[in-house]
């Protein structure tokens, strides 16, 4: 029983929900709004440490949470049976290295977005507040689930407050639709994901010769046991079988969540509407929905049909998404849209990482999420500041020399554009070298086409520092705005701290690793066979460079 | 045993229907001596008339409570048998009645107003019955005690040319599907030898070609209760026509009692093999086409009455769903139950939502009219994206457990040969397309527009209507098990 996980979804959903109600007049609301905001990142924090210094569990399945809570009281029966079992749904929470780490990132970002909006929203700034703080319960939820149903409810429910966000506080143009194409596109994945999740706790798993009966579950943990007891006595082909479907209704959804190649549409006009400040939030946590959902659910409860059927066509749209939105983001002069295709480049790697199924490419995606996430959120944070200060911003050359106006935001936004283009020492190398590495072992093609993708990344992301900071003499132009010269201290302080962590990663990446590599690696004990079973002939680096290293 | 007895005993039983009917029908006579009453005191009547049919409503409930669960008896091969569904029937009934009751109070007509709450008490009197009913004879009486004073209250509310067709074409067709349930009635009774439903359904196991055909047209019948497609053809005409509060009415107690029959008479030990595989193919095609014509027909709706029509229609293709599940033994009928539930409190919430705004001076024909409304009605604009966000499936409403149970429902099915995981899909695009719908009443409620004058004319009994039906959608998602 571990109480913290629990404080983590309540403290910001009471809180929210009380600000909330609170409403816009009372002055204490939004301070009381802060104030759970930061005690959401101590718990977060706590929680990291506690799964940091927690000994690593043993046991079968590819999902062991180093703490958890599944309380008797929690437990609902539905009207359902199936194969004459009666479907009982049992809460299940916990916190595995990937959650953990995950969550800390909520922490760290939702604190930081709420301290920043007491500065930057004017109007209503306690609903918004609120709002934020039920998206972090949401997104704790998400990240804390452990059985099936929860994650669902989660997942669909982050959508609400979210779209409110997007509609009320946008300042973009027509935020109304931005919101409705992020809400159907979202609704798109996820209602069908659902038919997925629900057939991959009911369907029978494909063990040995024939499909045995096994009772219907809906907790992770369990059906990883059962995903991994496949593996181990070497199941064979999975064509024809329901759980293709089943891989694919999935990847759709968190797909479209993660914003894969055809299916992005909906990330930059969301973007370029939403308020830059939410757009830090759904930029850094909200997109990762995706990609967690992938690792947490996909890769260890169907590792079969993903390797055999999708892991180069996702891989394969990863790595194009690369080059893609690298292209697209050096084509924009809205600064917005800049940033929101250099995300979905970015999340390519992540992408990549994952696909390559090997121990290093997940625990390398995995890193990335954190990393990606921590990069795009400081990029909007510093994007919602100028915008404060210049009104929209744009790349066309009016707005040069931004370094002699404002020197503290112009040392922060070299430092995170450079994290982002991968600069060694920082921590966006790490992740993209280990995801990079990850998928040499499968396709060496695919890695060609994501090195190309980081030369772009050096090159918008200069661009954007060469057009923005440097040039002519700094012309202090623009627009009378409440907040003019350089960052306030609550405005740069919480940026040089990420930066400093930033930084850490980048230097002792392992320390940082050992909070996760334990789980990652039990994933790819269970996928690395696979991937290679499905793909024999995909190999060739391996088998043409080994034998080398060997002689 | 003989009937007289049978009848005796299951009286104290059905109690509470029979408090409702029989109040009902005093009300009806008592229009009678009301008609000069009329002129002078509108208001007073209104009031008498809507306190007298709610304290019978009330009546109705204590006597259910007092009554208790009874125990399944040998008695209970009858006429009547009081299982969980026919309780759960019960509940629906004084569920839909109380929301309803209120939303008429300040919208009945006052020219009629013993005759309209004398049928809208009997038509919440005959959805216990029907669900209690184990027996094609008194299944047949209680869905007439639903039809006829339908077409009553249909007649009396009717405002226009409209309203006079929407009336004519509904008991047209009503009278048909009554047709068509009658013939199925017909060789049911001819295979099994007996009216009784229980002996019916011990037939079904024998697999008889007969009895699947049988069993068909009684669902043919019992579709155009429920707006099925094929049968649905009135909905959008009839919800056009008529009255916020009656539409309400059209779309909530049709389909429980429509649905408590179906449930009736295929049984909750499901079909045997040989009916299964005629009546399956049939229910899912049914439902396939239900859902897809309801969702797309919605989704080119400008008329905001069609629109609720058909989204209607759609949330039929999603039971008759669950019904598949039922019969295949993969879910309790308690799936249809809270479905229908769920249904009630954001379907009724957002018809009593629309009736305030009709109340306080606004529109609510089309789309465009609900324009800016937030601005103009915050709290019933409020509800209203309450009972949307819940149609549309999204958490932190009842509609999300709804929908999800019928997802699980649906897909639990372990046969490898089964189609059950498409339907799961096609359900699911079809609710991304309400969703679609849904938004666009969502966004135009927030839309800035030109007209900004508040409607300030205040209706108690519609905001309680509707505050009942928001809390009770939000509340539900929370504690499910006690939908």
């Known amino acids: 029983m571990n109480y913290l996980i629990p404080l983590l979804i309540f403290v910001p959903l009471v809180s929210g929900v009380g600000v909330l109600l609170a409403g816009n007049r009372s002055k204490a609301a939004s301070s009381v709004g802060v104030a759970a905001a930061v005690l959401t990142l101590l718990l977060s924090a706590l929680l990291a440490v506690q799964v940091y210094v927690s000994p690593t569990v043993s046991g079968l399945g590819s999902i062991l949470p180093r703490a958890i809570m599944s309380p008797d009281v929690l437990q609902f029966s539905l009207p359902i049976s199936s194969g004459n079992y009666d479907i009982r749904w049992r809460l299940v929470f916990g916190a595995d290295g990937i959650s953990a780490l995950l969550v800390l990132l909520t922490g760290i970002v939702g604190c930081i977005t709420i301290l920043l909006a007491t500065r930057q929203i004017q109007s209503r700034l306690a609903s918004y507040i609120g709002l934020l703080l039920v998206t972090i319960a949401m997104l704790m939820g998400v990240f804390l689930a452990m059985d099936l149903v929860s994650f669902y409810v989660f997942f669909e429910a982050v959508l609400i407050p979210l779209i409110l966000l997007i509609n009320g506080w946008g300042n973009g143009p027509e935020p109304m639709v931005a919101s409705k194409k992020f809400l159907l596109f979202t609704l798109a994945g996820s209602i069908p994901m659902v038919i997925g999740l629900i057939a991959l706790a009911m369907s029978p798993v494909n063990i040995g010769e024939g499909a045995i009966s096994r009772p219907s579950t809906i907790s992770l943990l369990e059906l990883s046991e059962y995903a991994s007891a496949a593996v181990a006595q070497g199941s064979t082909s999975v064509a024809g079988s329901q759980s293709v479907w089943i891989v694919w209704l999935l990847l759709l959804g968190f797909g479209i969540k993660l914003a894969i190649l055809p299916l992005h549409s909906w990330l930059p006009t969301t973007y370029a509407a939403a308020h830059p400040n939410t757009t830090a939030l759904v930029a850094s946590v909200v997109a990762k929905l995706g990609l967690y959902g992938i690792i947490r659910i996909v890769i260890p409860l169907a590792p079969m049909a993903l390797a055999e059927q999708a892991q180069f066509v996702i891989g394969g749209l990863g790595a194009i998404a690369i080059v893609y939105g690298a292209l697209l983001a050096l084509a924009q002069n809205d600064m917005r849209l800049v940033l929101a295709y250099s995300s979905i480049s970015h999340v390519g790697f992540i992408t990549l990482g994952l696909m390559s199924l090997t121990s290093e490419g997940l625990a390398g995606a995995t890193l990335q999420m954190f990393n990606h996430g921590l990069i795009t959120a400081s990029m909007f944070w510093i994007l919602a500041m100028l915008e404060e200060r210049r009104g929209r911003i744009s790349l066309s050359l009016e707005d040069r020399g931004m370094a002699a106006q404002y020197p503290k935001l112009a040392v922060l936004m070299v430092f995170f554009v450079l994290a982002g283009a991968g600069l060694p020492g920082l921590n966006g190398f790490v992740g993209e070298v280990l995801a990079m590495t990850g998928m040499m072992r499968v396709s060496g093609t695919l890695v060609a086409i994501a090195v190309l993708g980081t030369l772009l990344g050096a090159w918008y992301g200069l661009r954007i520092v060469q057009r923005l900071l440097f040039g002519s003499a700094g012309s202090p132009e623009g627009h009378a705005s409440k907040h003019e010269g350089d960052l306030h201290t609550i405005e740069w302080a919480p940026l040089a701290a990420v930066a400093l962590l930033c930084l850490v990663i980048g230097i002792v990446p392992s320390r940082v690793m050992a909070l996760f590599q334990s789980d990652t690696d039990r994933l790819a004990k269970v996928t690395e066979p696979m991937t290679q079973q499905a793909h024999p002939n995909f190999d060739t680096l391996i088998s043409s460079v080994t034998p080398a290293i060997e002689r | 045993m003989d009937t007289l007895q049978v009848i005796k005993s299951s009286a104290s039983h059905l109690l509470p229907a029979l408090i409702l009917l ?26 008498r008339f809507a306190i007298i049919s709610l304290a019978l409503l009330i009546a109705a409930i204590v006597a259910s409570f007092v009554r208790g669960t009874p125990e399944l008896g040998p008695m209970d091969v009858g006429l009547f048998r009081f299982d969980g569904s026919a309780i759960a029937a019960e509940r629906l009934a004084f569920l839909g009645g109380l929301i309803l009751i ?308 649906v897909v639990a099915d372990r046969r490898p040969d089964s189609y059950s995981l498409w339907m799961g899909v096609l359900m699911a695009v079809n609710a991304v397309v309400a969703a679609g719908y849904y938004w666009r009443l969502l966004s135009t409620l927030y839309e800035r527009s030109d007209a900004q004058i508040p409607l300030r004319v205040f209706r108690p009994s519609l905001f309680v209507a509707y505050t009942i039906c928001t809390v009770l959608t939000v509340v539900w998602f929370f504690i499910p098990a006690i939908m």
């Open chain 2, 102 to 409: 209120l939303m008429s109070w300040s919208t009945a007509p006052a020219r009629h107003l013993p005759e309209y709450y004398g049928c809208l008490l009997i038509i919440l009197s005959a959805i216990p019955i029907v669900g209690a009913s184990n027996d094609l004879v008194s299944l047949f009486l209680g869905l007439e005690l639903v039809s006829i004073p339908t077409y009553v209250l249909l007649g009396i509310v009717k405002t226009d040319n409209h309203g006079y067709e929407s009336a004519i074409k509904y008991f047209m067709l009503s009278a048909f599907a009554s047709c068509f349930f009658l013939l199925g009635v017909s060789y049911l009774y001819g295979v099994s030898g007996s009216t009784n439903l229980t002996v019916i359904q011990s037939d079904y196991q024998l697999g008889k070609r007969l009895m699947s055909l049988g069993l068909v047209l009684v669902m043919c019948g019992l579709s155009f209760r429920i707006t099925a497609v094929p049968f649905h053809f009135y909905a959008p005409d009839v919800f056009d026509g008529t009255s916020v509060t009656l539409a309400g009415v059209m779309s909530y107690l049709p389909k429980v009692a429509g649905f408590v029959a179906l449930i009736r008479i295929v049984g909750t030990d499901g079909l045997g093999s040989g009916a299964s595989q005629t009546v399956i193919p049939v229910l899912l095609v049914c439902a396939g086409l239900t859902m897809c014509v309801g969702n797309v027909m919605a989704f080119a709706q400008n008329n905001l009455r069609r629109l609720l029509a058909y989204s209607s229609v759609a949330h039929t293709g999603y039971l008759l769903l669950a019904l598949v599940a039922l019969l295949r033994q993969d879910a309790s009928s308690n799936i249809l139950f809270s479905y229908l539930a769920a249904y009630a409190a954001m379907t009724l919430g957002l018809f009593a939502c629309l009736g305030e705004i009709e109340a306080a001076g606004g529109k609510s024909h089309l789309v465009g009219d609900l324009s800016g409304m937030f601005y103009r009605r915050p709290a019933a604009s409020i509800g209203l994206s309450v009972a949307l966000i819940s149609l549309i499936g999204l958490p932190l409403t009842a509609g999300f457990w709804a929908k999800f149970i019928v997802f699980v429902g």
């Open chain 2, 22 to 47: 029989i109040g009902g029908s005093v009300l009806m006579c008592a229009s009678v001596f009301m008609r000069t009453a009329v002129a002078y005191n509108v208001h007073g009547l209104r009031n």
